[in-house]
């Protein structure tokens, strides 16, 4: 063996050991893929990815995907000795609380760690909208001579992420779209922790991939270092997205070796010990060689190909100031000058429709602004005038048709904005929620700001029936932490839930919107919008209150009128965010709905949770019904009348 051999190996089984030690110490995890797959995590983060320890954030860095986030320790060992901040004390801490190795991998929280993986399939599917933000850019910013967009996006998926549905509907995009810097390593191993995957998983995968328009390889070996650079070679040349095979053995060395059984528990001591001595690893827990530090660190490496970047962006900047501006203010997440005046509005409109004109508003202020639908684009409203379709032919596009695919599309628009460069959004029916919640929830842990527009919010979509009218999914929704949950009652709210939505950086924003037209609300009045909630319409010392989201409002405001003939004075609250109400202070929300006064509040959706703030709820809590809206809706009980009933009750 040559030197660098002999320190390849030994690197490799570094990796191996810290993985197994952690997890053994821990008493909790998954040692066998990390243990199968720690040849090519070595040969990715010291050959292959450019990256830099010392600024996990550079824009031109290759990202790294971890699809099977179970495996975390892969990517904490060879983070740790490549040079990143992630001493040997986190790794002894894994799992622990307050520790910076977690049991997956968790974006903002690990440097180095691109999204946030687990959940089987996301990550792949995440990557997806991570190449693709690669691919735009470049088409966008990239001028002969000048390349300074110039990145690949790498995946180590597992079967079980390869079983998973939306990884099959982001790769079928993705071959679609023909994302040729997209390489996803498949981490063939055979088993899954029921046992064999032969037992529920037997189709071709790579004649599958073909089919979805992808580059496919095989390589025997996942210790095959020279098999592995080929396959990687290959897959750089070919216009198509990539998939590898690669054939591992999970629990590798150890007496555990292609058994289920190396997969989600520790090896124990006495396996633990064989191991060490199959693989010739006489090291005690958690000490790694000198030498192996020395061939592994990338700092020296990953600072000079940033610096190299910066002096391309130099040059680049007085060859091109404007696009050089630009693009590092995108870069940043700066926001560009947005409308802050709603467009005028003459009639009632169904607030999809108004989301469309605040689109056709923004969208030509904000070139960053990138959107699409799951095949639904003339029922939400989400092209603006003048926004092209993407295809594999108009990369420059900024409208996304992801066919009837809600589930990637969630994936996908968090890639987009986990990127950087953009900011995505993409639209449905809010029944389908359901469909992308996965995606949704990763959003609101990553603190990802992607914004989903839902539309058809309620029974009031009518026709189509309880299969499609949404009941439970506002409460449901609202449920979720960090999601903020914007439901407009007419026009001009839908015009200021937007702008909360693009100012939103902390995490993601759902705008939920109607089929039906709905009247407008005075202009300044609506723009209460910003604080989640407030007074729409008030009476001299008020004697109690209707609260209400979204069309519900306009029945509130009916409900008012006929208490007030009858001598009541009511307030009327419109309530369209509450999480954004919350966020206001104490002293505001007292003053919008006091704690003392009667309070009903009006949705055409699930009551659950509504009496943080109303004694009583015009609520629905069974599913929905068959014929026209207004039919649906007087018979099961949203009318004025019996608004003004319930909080007449409370009043007695």
């Not at 959940?119 to 300074?148: D, S």
Request: avoid cysteine; aromatic fraction near 8%; proline fraction near 8%.
């Amino acid at each position: 063996m040559t030197e660098t051999k002999d320190l390849a190996t030994l690197s490799v089984n570094a990796i191996r050991f810290l993985a197994i030690d952690a997890v053994e110490k821990a008493k909790s995890g998954h040692p066998g893929m990390p243990m199968a797959m720690a040849p090519l995590a070595y040969l990715l983060y010291r050959e292959v990815l450019r990256h830099n320890p010392l600024d996990p954030a550079w824009p031109n860095r290759d990202r790294f995907v971890l699809s099977a986030g179970h495996g975390s320790m892969l990517l904490y060992a060879v983070l740790h000795l490549t040079g990143y901040d992630l001493p040997l004390e986190e790794l002894k801490r894994f799992r622990q609380w307050g520790s910076k190795t977690p049991g997956h991998p968790e974006y903002g929280h690990t440097p180095g760690v691109e999204v946030t993986t687990g959940p089987l399939g996301q990550g792949i599917a995440t990557a997806v909208g991570m190449a693709l933000a690669e691919r735009k850019l470049a088409a966008e910013f990239n001028r002969p001579g000048h390349v300074v967009v110039d990145h690949y996006t790498y995946v180590l998926a597992s079967d079980g992420d390869l079983m998973e549905g939306v990884s099959g509907e982001a790769s079928s995009l993705a071959g679609t779209w023909g994302l040729s810097k997209l390489i996803v390593f498949w981490d063939d191993n055979r088993i899954s922790i029921d046992g064999p995957t032969d037992l529920a998983f037997t189709e071709d995968v790579l004649a599958r991939y073909r089919a979805y328009g992808w580059h496919t390889l095989r390589v025997e070996d996942a210790n095959d270092l020279e098999a592995l650079r080929h396959a990687i070679k290959l897959a750089k040349l070919d216009e198509r997205p990539s998939l590898i095979a690669v054939r591992s053995h999970i629990g590798y060395g150890s007496p555990k070796q292609d058994s289920h059984k190396a997969h989600g528990e520790p090896l124990g001591p006495e396996a633990v010990e064989a191991t060490r001595k199959n693989l010739g690893w006489p090291y005690p827990p958690f000490e790694v060689p000198e030498e192996v530090y020395r061939h592994m660190d990338m700092r020296k490496r990953g600072k000079a190909l940033q610096e190299a970047w910066e002096r391309a962006m130099e040059v680049y900047a007085k060859a091109f100031p404007d696009l050089y501006e630009e693009l590092s203010r995108r870069l940043k997440g700066e926001l560009p000058s947005l409308p802050e005046e709603p467009p005028a509005f003459d009639k009632p409109i169904a607030t999809r429709a108004a989301s469309g004109k605040a689109l056709d508003a923004i969208a030509p202020k904000m070139p960053e602004l990138l959107g699409g639908s799951a095949d639904l684009t003339p029922s939400n409203n989400t092209q603006a005038q003048g926004m092209a379709d993407f295809s594999r032919e108009n990369p420059l596009g900024r409208y996304l048709h992801f066919g009837v695919r809600e589930h990637a599309m969630g994936a996908i628009l968090n890639g987009l904005n986990l990127h950087g460069g953009y900011r995505a959004y993409g639209g449905t029916f809010l029944v389908f929620s359901d469909y992308m919640r996965p995606a949704v929830r990763l959003a609101a842990l990553m603190g990802t700001p992607t914004i989903f527009v839902y539309t058809h919010d309620s029974i009031a979509l009518g026709e189509d029936g309880p299969t499609h009218q949404p009941v439970e999914h506002l409460m449901s929704l609202r449920a979720m932490p960090n999601l903020w949950v914007i439901r407009p009652a007419d026009a001009y709210e839908t015009f200021y839930a937007w702008q909360v939505a693009l100012r939103r950086k902390e995490g993601p924003t759902a705008i939920v919107l109607t089929r039906q037209a709905v009247p407008l609300l005075p202009p300044e009045k609506a723009k209460g919008l910003l604080k989640g909630g407030y007074v729409l319409e008030d009476a001299e010392e008020p004697e109690g209150v209707i609260v209400a989201t979204g069309s519900e409002v306009h029945l509130a405001l009916k409900a008012k009128a006929l208490l007030q003939e009858k001598g009541r004075r009511v307030r009327v609250v419109s309530l369209p965010s509450l999480e954004l109400f919350a966020a206001q202070p104490e002293a505001y929300r007292k003053e919008v709905l006091p704690p003392g006064l009667p309070t009903v509040a009006v949705e055409a959706g699930a009551s659950l949770g509504w009496e943080r703030y109303a004694h009583k709820v015009v609520g629905l809590d069974r599913f929905g019904a068959s014929a026209p809206y207004p039919e649906v809706y007087e018979q099961l009980g949203f009318t004025p009348e019996r608004v003004a009933e319930a909080l007449l009750s409370l009043l007695v």
